[in-house]
Nanobody, 125 residues
Framework: QVQLVESGGGLVQAGGSLRLSCAAS????????MGWFRQAPGKEREFVTG???????DYADSVKGRSTISRDNAKSTVSLQMNSLKPEDTADYYC???????????????????WGQGTQVTVSS
């Protein structure tokens, strides 16, 4: 069983920055593929970014160049730094873990085994 706990959401003005963090339990965190997804009201959950065990990132086009994902395997944490935030970034953000990873990127919610409870990000215009 893997537990994921997100933190760092909040209200920010357009153009501002936020850093989301996700703390994971599980003895083999370093082998997990970790992802961030978001879901706005009335919309489907969408991929934001993911990172392999070795730190190779993958970004959705909507956040590429504005966001940076990172992980600390020693601390079992993954973080998402978001800059130049836009009102359309407003959503609940979820951390997700895929425990069996094979060195490729995973962008579908169905690829992931465990989810956090989410943290709300609101960007005001």
């Amino acid at each position: 069983q893997v537990q994921l706990v997100e933190s760092g959401g909040g209200l920010v003005q357009a153009g501002g920055s936020l850093r989301l963090s996700c703390a994971a339990s599980g003895r083999t965190f370093s082998s997990y593929y970790m992802g961030w997804f978001r879901q706005a009201p009335g919309k489907e959950r969408e991929f934001v970014t993911g990172i392999t065990w070795s730190g190779r990132p993958d970004y959705a086009d909507s956040v590429k160049g504005r966001s940076t994902i990172s992980r600390d395997n020693a601390k079992s944490t993954v973080s998402l730094q978001m800059n130049s935030l836009k009102p359309e970034d407003t959503a609940d953000y979820y951390c997700a873990a895929r425990t069996r990873a094979y060195g490729v990127e995973y962008r579908s919610p169905h690829d992931y085994d465990y989810w956090g409870q989410g943290t709300q990000v609101t960007v005001s215009s």
